[in-house]
C-alpha cells in the first residue's frame, strides 16, 4: 500500500491574522507536516522523508495514512541522544539568549521562548511558527528552572540558581520591549508548599506571580501544554521492536492514564481566564484515547522518557502554527 489522503489537499494556506498590526498570508503546509520554507541544514535533511512523516500522521481535521512509514523509526533511539536541537544561535551570555526564526534585520516582530528545557523541547515547533509568521525568536531556557515565583525544591546551589535565573529573565524581558509574545512550557518540577497548601495550588500560585511580574509590553503568554511521558524502558522496547521489524509505536504504547499528568502552567491559565495567558494542547498527535505513542508517522517522538526528539518537534510546527493563528484572531 502506499499513501491514502483523506480530505486534504497537498498544500494548504493559513491566514495569519493581527499581530501587533501585522497581517500576512502564510502558505507552504505540506503533506509531511514540514514546511517548504525550511532552509536550515537540519530542516533540509528531512525534507526528502515521505508523506505523512511525524505529526502529519494524526492530523485531526486531514487524515494522512502512508504504509510505508510502519516499520520506520527516524532518529533511532541511539541516533536521538547525540543530535542536536533546531539550530539557535548564541547572542547574549548573561543569561544564555540565542536567536532562530527569522534574522531580525527582516523580522516584522519578536517573540520569546523561555523555561526549562520543556520549554527548550519545543524550539524546533516554535521556529515553524517564527519563520512562517517572520518574527524573530529569542530562546532564554535553563534546565530545571521552571519560570516560576515559587522557590523550587532543588539541592543548593541549583536552587539559588534557578531563583536568580528567573529574576534575570524578568529583567531581561523588561530591557526588551520589542518582545510582545512569549511561548512558554515547564516540567512540573516540586516547589515549596506553604502550611496546609497542596503542591498543586503551590505551583500554580508560583507561575501565576510569574505572570503577573511580567513587563506590560508582554502582551501574550501562550502555554504550550507539556508533553505526556513514557517509561525509561520505552527507548529500550522500540530498539528491541526495530530489531525485530515490528511497528514500534503500538508495540511499545504507553497507557494514556500513566503519560498524562497535571500541567501547573495549564491549570493557573484555566483559572487566569485571561485573554493575555492562552494554552495550546497538542495532545492528540501523541495520544488517540487509549494509548500514548512513542512513534508517530515514522518519526521518534522522545529522545528520553519526557523529552522531545527535535525531528518531531519540527513535524509539529505547522499544527503549532495553526493553533497560533487561531489565537492570533481574538487578539484584535
Known amino acids: 500500500m502506499g499513501v491514502r489522503h483523506v480530505g486534504r489537499r497537498p498544500v494548504r494556506a493559513v491566514r495569519a491574522t493581527r499581530f501587533a498590526g501585522m497581517r500576512r498570508v502564510v502558505v507552504g503546509l505540506i ?3 514540514l514546511p517548504v520554507w525550511s532552509t536550515t541544514p537540519v530542516q533540509t535533511a528531512w525534507a526528502s522523508h515521505p508523506a505523512c512523516f511525524g505529526a502529519a500522521a494524526r492530523d485531526p481535521v486531514h487524515r494522512c495514512i502512508n504504509a510505508s512509514l510502519k516499520l520506520r523509526v527516524v532518529p533511532t533511539p541511539s541516533e536521538a541522544q547525540i ?3 533546531t539550530p539557535c544561535t548564541p547572542i547574549e551570555a548573561a543569561i544564555n539568549v540565542c536567536t532562530f526564526g527569522t534574522p531580525a534585520a527582516t523580522a516584522a ?5 523561555i523555561g526549562d528545557s520543556h520549554a527548550w523541547q519545543w524550539r524546533g515547533a516554535v521556529d515553524v511558527v517564527a519563520r512562517a509568521l517572520n518574527w524573530q525568536g529569542l530562546s532564554s531556557t535553563r534546565s530545571s528552572c521552571p519560570f516560576t515565583e ?3 525544591l532543588l539541592p543548593e546551589p541549583k536552587r539559588a540558581q534557578c531563583t536568580e535565573w528567573n529574576r534575570g529573565l524578568l529583567q531581561w524581558l523588561t530591557q526588551h520591549p520589542e518582545i510582545s509574545t512569549i511561548f512558554t512550557s515547564d516540567h512540573p518540577g516540586p516547589v515549596v508548599t506553604s502550611r496546609g497548601q497542596s503542591l498543586l495550588a503551590a505551583q500554580v500560585a508560583g507561575v501565576t ?3 503577573d511580574a511580567l513587563p506590560a509590553t508582554v502582551k501574550h503568554v501562550i502555554v504550550i501544554r507539556d508533553i505526556p511521558y513514557v517509561h525509561e524502558s520505552t527507548l529500550a522496547c522500540i ?5 525485530r521489524h515490528e511497528d514500534a509505536g503500538p508495540a511499545c504504547a504507553v497507557l494514556r492514564g500513566e503519560a498524562l499528568h497535571h500541567d501547573p502552567d495549564v491549570v493557573a491559565a484555566e483559572r487566569l481566564r485571561s485573554h493575555r495567558v492562552q494554552v495550546v494542547d497538542l495532545t492528540h498527535f501523541f495520544c488517540d484515547r487509549r494509548l500514548c505513542y512513542p512513534v508517530v ?5 522522545y529522545r528520553d522518557a519526557d523529552h522531545l526528539t527535535s525531528v ?3 513535524t509539529l510546527g505547522p499544527f503549532l502554527l495553526q493553533q497560533v493563528d487561531r489565537l492570533m484572531a481574538s487578539w484584535r
Open 312 to 314: 518531531f518537534a519540527t
Open 297 to 301: 508517522g515514522g518519526a521518534l517522538v
Open 239 to 243: 530498539e528491541r521492536a526495530i530489531a
Open 31 to 33: 503533506v509531511t507536516g
Open 209 to 211: 506571580a510569574a505572570w
Open 150 to 152: 515559587g522557590l523550587t
Open 83 to 85: 543530535m542536536p536541537n
Open 109 to 113: 516582530g519578536t517573540i520569546a521562548l
